[in-house]
């Protein structure tokens, strides 16, 4: 992350953070980093829902917002930023009233397109940091390579029915022996063929499941803007609801 000029906090905001600036790993100067973060989400559906919570919560000063669909009644059962009374609204719209419910103190941006070759490099620049809560492959590697010419942290993650997996990607940084990250390609070199992973309409999912790993999300989200703890970098973490179990996969760049 670039070096940020401490913001003041005000007198709710101390209030509001007190959790936070209690933690001698965040502490004050952490919450000004999060004041000052630029973050975007793509997608304000079953993992941008959580994400947008809670890095409003936390006190993320600008939070984008890139979605050019509609709140559906079929979006409610996992789909927590939005409510029975949006239906029928702007996805984007409908994540801007309920964040500022959230917090008055985030500011949001509003993208209602679909990211594409042509927007995606512009939109991702202004922001430092990307959250992936797409749900197809053509927009999760649009994303990947775009964050990785752009020299973006990428944090994504992906669900199936009881499963989910989550990794952090920054490909333009080396390891400590001088090699570069991996990116999303070293990882997954090439999308599955079209139809061979069903939809969440076609084979359903469980709604708390986005729960948990947008949550995820939005915790590496933090640690990332912080600087404190160890980010999922070159590392898979896979999650089986059903098992109540983690596991974490070690991965790094690919050779020729």
């Not at 000052?36 to 947008?52: D, E, N, T």
């Amino acid at each position: 992350m670039a070096e940020m000029t401490p913001l003041p906090l005000s007198e709710s905001e101390l209030e509001r953070y007190a959790r936070h600036i209690v933690l001698p790993e965040i502490g004050g100067a952490g919450q000004q980093k999060l004041k000052k973060a630029r973050v975007l989400v793509i997608g304000a559906g079953g993992l941008g829902a959580p994400v947008l919570a809670y890095l409003a919560a936390a006190g993320i000063g600008t939070l984008g917002v890139i979605d050019d669909d509609i709140v559906s009644l079929s979006n409610l059962q996992r789909q927590v930023i939005h409510d029975t009374d949006g239906v029928g609204l702007s996805k984007v719209e409908s994540a801007r009233a309920s964040i500022a419910r959230i917090n008055p103190h985030v500011t949001v941006e509003t993208h209602p397109v679909r990211l594409d070759a042509e927007n995606a490099a512009g939109i991702i620049s202004a922001y430092d940091l990307v959250v992936d809560g797409s749900d197809n492959f053509d927009t999760r590697y649009l994303l990947a390579d775009t964050c990785e010419v752009v020299e973006r942290p990428l944090v994504t993650a992906a669900v199936g029915r009881f499963d989910g997996s989550l990794t952090v990607l920054k490909p333009f940084e080396t390891e400590a022996d001088g090699n570069l990250l991996p990116g999303y390609r070293d990882l997954f070199p090439a999308p599955p063929p079209t139809g061979l992973v069903p939809s969440c309409a076609e084979a359903g999912i469980v709604g708390a499941l986005t729960g948990v790993m947008g949550t995820l999300e939005a915790m590496e989200v933090i640690k990332l803007i912080t600087g404190i703890g160890e980010p999922l970098t070159g590392r898979l973490l896979l999650y089986d609801a059903l098992a109540a179990r983690f596991e974490t996969v070690k991965y790094r760049r690919r050779v020729g």
